[in-house]
């Protein structure tokens, strides 16, 4: 079964069966947060749209997101929902099923899953 570490993933439809409903590219929009982390991480409070094919990756979305920003490593990105905690890089948008103008949050990966 697909999807995201939430607390009820029995709720999401297997990855498979979601790419037969929505084969098409999705818009994926991610809040990058105002201020914090690296001066040159371009964390300006802006809402980035990208449109991606289902299949996508986390790893690959945060890569493409480390390109549009500038400089913040791929690896210090963590992703997540409204409804998710953070999204493993080997699954895809399809895993988690994401479907047009989900909103991602992007927050910065703290070494030891710490917060500051």
Do not use: C
């Not at 009820?8 to 818009?27: G, H, R």
């Amino acid at each position: 079964m697909s999807n995201f570490k939430t607390d009820d993933e029995s709720s999401l439809m297997a990855e498979d069966q979601w790419l037969k409903f929505y084969p098409n590219n999705v818009t994926v929009n991610v809040k990058v947060p105002l201020g914090g982390g690296e001066e040159d991480w371009n964390f300006k409070g802006q809402i980035i749209q990208m449109s991606m094919d289902p299949k996508t990756t986390m790893a690959e979305l945060k890569d493409a997101i480390s390109a549009y920003i500038g400089n913040m490593p791929p690896k210090k990105i963590r992703l997540r929902t409204f409804n998710h905690s953070a999204l493993k890089d080997k699954f895809s948008l399809a895993h988690y099923n994401v479907i047009d103008n989900t909103l991602l949050e992007l927050s910065v990966k703290e070494r030891g899953g710490r917060k500051k």
